[in-house]
């Protein structure tokens, strides 16, 4: 009996260094074609420069920025140089073996790899020793579930809602009170413990709860009782409270339902009770119908986007060391006829067709220039766009036209989120703005963690860092987030960049980031938003 466990174990052993040797072929190999992958992105990028501009002395630094060393055709290749041909041309690049560059990598795969395997053989060894059942217990938990599910009628009733609620109030609470916490405790104290339902406090200023199995009689009660029970809870802060500054507006749905879908439901019945003097809860279905009607309103957006029916506001950003407004963010709102005033985030993730992306974008960007063009003295103005657009050659050749007829604009900065940037900051044609000289500057948004150093490094025309929300909203309760802060600080010092704050509300939070070394700061705290005939008129 040794004797054949001890063989077991041989073969085990066996098999586990083959399994770690197959898997760091698999690894050397993956690192490998992340190399010829990045090699051909230099090629491409290459490639789409001007002939003018493809003298050696560019190519060497595109070639730097992908950590490469490029070598011209006239002088000797090393052994150590590959030749890439992409788009019609081909360089030779000298770059690193996988096992060199990326040895902290492949060192760290193969300690999981060895640890995976201890793991699965120590577990192999418990399940050989594990207890067995009876047969008598397998069979009382049969039936014990199935009778659990004959007398809950949850279980069986196919007729259940997931609900939606949106609740928002008029009366301003007190600037240190934790409306998630607060709210979340009373009404788990209204509330049956049998019903499953989550809390979340959302940026905008509404209370959003979600309701799961909730039968057909209750749905419309439900809402009516939330109303209820928030209208007895901030009375107790808010003694001149009266009923009609609460509104509840509510989705129920039965089959599975896009989240983006569902939250514009409910706030459409949000609005629906805001613009009623004696209904405070309004409850609207989202059936397949519905839901098919709202897929189809991207036509509609882009539509009013063509026809001007919108309206750009203009968030200041203030500098601290300077003491007045640097810069304005361009922001969307698209006054739909169903949804109303509809801002661009909340249908923007709707928005799948590449010409819709190019007609929005375009849309934004020659109306901010005309802005400029009128007001020349104005602030700087920065734009978001989206990353369709960043990655499209054709959008980026048409900006560059539209920037360089409008003289008057001195300098444009645009943003693109801290994730779209970090996942393709080798795709994006920003290099492109670089070499023709155009005056503008790049901002990495939302960022809510450490940057990523290296690929900020290499783009010469990103000139700030917007800390996301997230990061800022009451900074100064959690240690954690001022960690963060500081770390992001100090790496944006080592690039040269500047850090800005998103959403500031308070002077706790207004404070707190000068002592973090925060260079600037925009959000409702200084100001609320211009809208566009009033910048043009200020």
């Known amino acids: 009996m040794q004797s054949k466990l001890k063989s077991l174990n041989w073969r085990m052993v066996v098999v ?3 399994v770690v040797f197959a898997l ?59 030749r890439f041909s992409a788009a019609g041309i081909s360089l030779n690049l000298v770059h690193q073996k996988p096992y060199q560059k990326h040895a902290y990598i492949i060192l760290f795969f193969n300690i999981l790899f060895v640890g995976l395997l201890v793991f699965v053989y120590r577990w192999w060894q418990v399940y050989q ?71 979340k406090y959302l940026n905008s200023g509404a209370l959003a709860v979600t309701f799961e199995k909730v039968a057909w009689g209750d749905v419309i009660e439900l809402g009516k009782k939330l109303h209820e029970i928030m209208f007895r809870t901030i009375r107790a802060i808010r003694g001149d409270l009266s009923r009609k500054q609460i509104k509840v507006g509510g989705c129920f749905y039965q089959h599975e339902a896009e989240q983006a879908n569902v939250y514009q439901l409910a706030r459409a019945a949000l609005e629906i009770a805001n613009n009623n003097v004696w209904q405070h809860v309004h409850m609207m279905p989202l059936d397949k119908t519905h839901a098919n009607a709202m897929q189809s309103n991207e036509d509609d957006f882009i539509r009013c986007i063509e026809n001007r ?88 050749h048409w900006l560059v036209a539209v920037i360089r007829d409008a003289n008057q604009v001195k300098k444009l900065t645009f943003e693109v989120s ?21 005056n503008v500057a790049l901002t990495i948004d939302h960022v809510e963690s450490p940057l990523m150093v290296n690929t900020i490094r290499e783009n010469q025309l990103i000139s700030a860092v917007k800390l996301g929300f997230g990061l800022v909203h009451k900074v100064q309760q959690s240690a954690q987030q001022q960690k963060t802060i500081k770390q992001i600080v100090y790496q944006a010092k080592r690039l040269n960049v ?36 009033e910048l043009v008129r200020y």
């Open 16 to 18: 586990g260094l083959a």
């Open 24 to 82: 760091n072929i698999l690894l050397l190999h993956l690192l490998h074609l992340q190399i010829h992958q990045r090699a051909e992105a230099v090629v491409e990028r290459v490639a789409k420069l001007p002939e003018e501009l493809r003298t050696q002395s560019n190519i060497a630094a595109i070639a730097q920025q992908f950590k490469f060393e490029y070598v011209a055709d006239d002088k000797p290749v090393p052994d150590e140089a590959t």
């Open 129 to 199: 020793v594990r207890p067995k059942r009876f047969l008598s217990d397998e069979k009382l938990d049969i039936q014990h579930s199935s009778a659990m599910s004959a007398v809950d009628p949850k279980v069986a009733d196919s007729s259940l809602f997931k609900v939606f609620l949106l609740i928002r109030w008029a009366a301003k609470l007190d600037a240190n009170l934790d409306e998630n916490s607060h709210f979340s405790v009373a009404l788990h104290k209204h509330l049956p413990s049998s019903m499953k339902y989550s809390v």
């Open 309 to 396: 029916q919108f309206v750009l506001f203009f968030q200041p950003l203030f500098g601290f060391e300077q003491q007045d407004i640097i810069q304005n963010e361009v922001l969307l709102r698209v006054r739909h006829a169903q949804l109303g005033l509809i801002a661009a985030k909340q249908f923007i993730p709707q928005l799948h067709s590449k010409h819709n992306l190019e007609v929005l974008d375009k849309t934004i960007v020659t109306q901010a220039i005309t802005i400029l063009t009128k007001e020349p003295h104005k602030a700087d103005v920065s734009i978001n766009l989206h990353i369709e657009n960043w990655l499209d050659i054709d959008f980026i």
């Open 418 to 438: 801290a994730d779209d940037y970090y996942k393709y900051h080798q795709q994006i044609n920003v290099q492109q703005l670089f070499f023709t000289g155009v």
């Open 498 to 533: 500047a850090v800005y704050a998103v959403g500031v509300e308070t002077q706790a939070e207004l404070d707190c980031l000068k002592s973090l070394g925060v260079h600037g700061a925009q959000g409702y705290y200084f100001a609320e938003l211009l809208q566009q005939l």
